[in-house]
């Protein structure tokens, strides 16, 4: 069993730390994990949703299952780097899954996707799904953002992480998400002008 606590992030971090409003983001998350779990998206089993109200602030907790061999992406390919191929395509196919049922994510990157060796295979669950939502069909602009948003923290974390994907395993990624070779060529140009100009965008907001 895994139980996480909801703590605010940006601004708010430090005044209001895990205290929230509201009960419901908890259960709504929950609930996004039960849904994708009955599309056959693989997910980290939800077990429960718990909130406890102090005298004006809610506390929450997600409890998932443990998977005890599971590594978050980056860790994984330090780990394996003799799984990094695979790695990149039961990444990608978990992904095509999830935006197949719908998924959208405001934060998506490779630290919500563990991987773990099953036998001469590798596995890859999405985790930590919090102000996700299911709304399907999901629009190309929409995959596009997520799929941005998960290079856009390669990049800004690339310091700091353990290992990083190289082109030709994020081709790999591409393949995964069911594209053949002249999308992946295509999506490869799109996907680098749209985070090209996302990680502008970000640098002139900071200059502000």
Not at 71 to 100: H, K, M, S
Request: a positive charge; hydrophobic letters at 45%.
């Amino acid at each position: 069993l895994v139980v996480r606590p909801y703590r605010r992030g940006g601004a708010l971090g430090s005044l209001l730390n895990d205290r929230y409003s509201q009960p419901h983001r908890a259960k709504q998350e929950l609930e996004v994990l039960h849904k994708l779990q009955q599309e056959g998206v693989p997910v980290v089993a939800p077990l429960a949703a718990l909130a406890k109200k102090g005298r004006a602030f809610w506390r929450l907790r997600l409890c998932t299952e443990w998977l005890s061999d599971a590594l978050t992406v980056p860790a994984f390919l330090a780990e394996y780097p003799n799984r990094r191929r695979q790695t990149a395509e039961a990444v990608g196919l978990v992904v095509r899954l999830a935006f197949r049922a719908g998924l959208r994510h405001p934060d998506m990157h490779l630290d919500n996707v563990l991987v773990r060796p099953s036998g001469d295979r590798v596995r890859a669950v999405l985790v930590d799904l919090d102000r996700a939502r299911i709304d399907a069909p999901l629009t190309d602009r929409a995959r596009d953002d997520m799929l941005v948003r998960m290079q856009r923290h390669l990049v800004r974390h690339r310091r700091s992480l353990p290992a990083l994907p190289t082109r030709a395993e994020t081709m790999r990624f591409l393949r995964g998400l069911g594209l053949d070779r002249q999308q992946r060529a295509a999506a490869w140009r799109v996907l680098a002008g749209k985070l090209k100009r996302s990680l502008a965008r970000r640098n002139w907001l900071r200059s502000r």
